[in-house]
């Protein structure tokens, strides 16, 4: 499984950006029994989950620090996983990773406090939030 993200750019604060994981190398509807998760990681901070989803029930999880602003959304027909981020602010400006894992082996809550069962990586895009 290869993870794509794109999206990612420079903001004002108060902006929104919507960020896009596209997975691939999967046979039909395989990406269906994986939930997928966005996480950041900002300059000497520790990386940390945002939010994940699963892919065949459309359950959500959020981290505090973005629920209400944030929404994750699944398009099953296109492997794609999308982040809408609205309100940003500048505490939000870090490198933004999408990540996978079978649900089979994980919860939602495991994967997006703890990273439990991530087996794919994307390389990351970077979300800049500034004045």
């Known amino acids: 499984l290869q993870l794509v993200e794109s999206g990612g750019g420079w903001v004002q604060p108060g902006g929104s950006l919507r960020l896009s994981c596209a997975g691939s190398g999967l046979t039909l509807d395989a990406l269906d029994y994986y939930a997928i998760g966005w996480f950041r990681q900002a300059p000497g901070k520790e990386r940390e989950g945002v939010s994940c989803?699963?892919?065949?029930?459309?359950?959500?999880q959020y981290a505090d620090s973005v629920k209400g602003r944030f929404t994750i959304s699944r398009d099953n027909a296109k492997n794609t996983v999308y982040l809408q981020m609205n309100s940003l602010q500048p505490e939000d400006t870090a490198v933004y990773h999408c990540?996978?894992?079978?649900?089979?082996?994980?919860?939602?809550?495991?994967?997006?406090?703890?990273?439990?069962?991530?087996?794919?990586w994307g390389q990351g895009t970077q979300v800049t939030v500034s004045s």
């Open positions: 989803i699963s892919m065949i029930s459309g359950s959500s």
């Open positions: 990540a996978a894992a079978e649900e089979a082996i994980t919860t939602l809550r495991d994967m997006c406090a703890s990273e439990i069962g991530i087996d794919s």
